[in-house]
């Protein structure tokens, strides 16, 4: 990654996958600035949190517009926050499939586009949204979930275009099952399955995500974008 300090945006910084990034390029001396619904114990005098609904405009405007007033840039979005809900899709409530919609998609292209305002400023930007191995698995029980992550790898090729004249790569990692909140609540024999239709039989680890947005945010990546890499030996 470059040496010098760059100012980092993380989405769902409070916990999981989120945390675990904030703490990781808060350690390497970067400016992080994270966001959530709710509020977390700041342990890095070069972290800024800031709490709101994500999916909320005027709220993700008004973040947007506190990062430029206190840092006059932005350099990397990590487009982390998302739900799942794993339900057979005669069981899913509207309410469910909406909220999925909104916070995974919609949400993630209200800050790829402000992030892209600020970026173009100095022509340089790095953006990594997450996707999902449910996406070319097809899970079942994930219709809505997988959806709106098959949504991102389209997001992401599409905005890869839109914005490379701007020097702003967009790219994509499709994790694995991880050891976070967000699969604790999975069936064993679920997750068991998932990994066995991987090429590599094991859960995911933090350090593959952050090893692979490594990869994605160096200035020697210049040249990709619009390119999804699914962890696990998934295609």
């Known amino acids: 990654m470059h040496s010098v ?3 980092i945006l993380i989405t769902g910084a409070r916990k999981g996958i989120g945390k675990y990034l904030a703490h990781y390029y808060s350690d390497k001396g970067h400016q992080v600035i994270g966001c959530s619904r709710k509020s977390v114990n700041v342990e890095f005098d070069n972290y800024q949190h800031f709490c709101l609904d994500v999916c909320d405009e005027k709220s993700v405007l008004n973040l947007f517009s506190e990062i430029r007033r206190k840092y006059s ?5 990590i487009n982390n926050a998302g739900i799942a809900a794993m339900n057979h899709a005669l069981l899913t409530p509207l309410s469910v499939a909406q909220k999925i919609m ?4 919609i949400s993630s292209f209200l800050f790829c586009r402000e992030a892209a305002k600020l970026m173009s400023k100095n022509k340089f930007g790095r953006i990594v949204n997450f996707t999902t191995i449910a996406v070319p698995l097809k899970v079942e029980g994930e219709a ?11 997001m992401t090729e599409i905005l890869g275009k839109e914005f490379a004249e ?10 694995t099952p991880i050891e976070t909140d967000l699969i604790r609540a999975v069936p064993q024999d679920k997750i068991q399955q998932l990994l066995n239709q991987q090429s590599i039989h094991r859960l995911g680890a933090l350090q593959d995500i ?8 160096s200035s020697q990546s210049d040249f990709i974008t619009g390119q999804t890499i699914f962890l696990g030996g998934v295609s």
């Open 5 to 7: 300090q760059r100012v």
């Open 73 to 77: 840039h932005l350099d990397i979005l």
């Open 102 to 105: 909104d916070t995974n998609v």
């Open 144 to 154: 809505i979930y997988a959806s709106s992550k098959a949504a991102i790898v389209t």
């Open 166 to 175: 701007y020097g702003i790569t967009v790219n994509a990692i499709g994790p």
């Open 210 to 217: 952050s090893n692979v947005i490594d990869f994605y945010i």
